[in-house]
């Protein structure tokens, strides 16, 4: 099992106008999957997939605030907060707020990942960090 680190993007665009502007913004490169319903950020070694999240909100962590996520999945013998994909996330988090400045939240180690795309309304999420 994975653990993840996730950076939630609220933007009232279409997914690929997203994609769009993350390579404008962020100087890099998203190529979309076959059904256009994610887009993977490669570079390097470090992957990250930008889609719509299944999550509802968990306490004070209101994950339907945000329609997006940027994922990307860490080994679990290292701290989530110290691996490449959390520096390349904390890295396009500032790159947004600098512009376009959509809301972001940056989660290090989400927890009880769904398998199954839920309606976001529906889905549970646990944080972790």
Request: proline residues 6%.
């Amino acid at each position: 099992m994975s653990r993840s680190v996730d950076l939630f993007i609220d933007a009232d665009v279409p997914l690929e106008e997203l994609a769009s502007a993350l390579e404008h913004h962020a100087g890099m490169h998203l190529e979309a999957e076959p059904d256009q319903a994610r887009w993977v950020l490669q570079e390097g070694d470090t992957r990250a997939t930008l889609a719509e999240h299944p999550y509802g909100d968990d306490g004070d962590l209101l994950f339907t605030r945000y329609r997006f996520a940027l994922s990307a999945r860490v080994s679990n013998d290292v701290r989530p907060h110290d691996t490449p994909e959390a520096a390349l996330l904390r890295r396009i988090a500032q790159k947004i707020q600098q512009g376009p400045t959509w809301p972001v939240l940056l989660v290090h180690d989400l927890q009880y990942r769904d398998r199954t795309q839920e309606p976001r309304s529906e889905g549970a999420a646990r944080a972790g960090s």
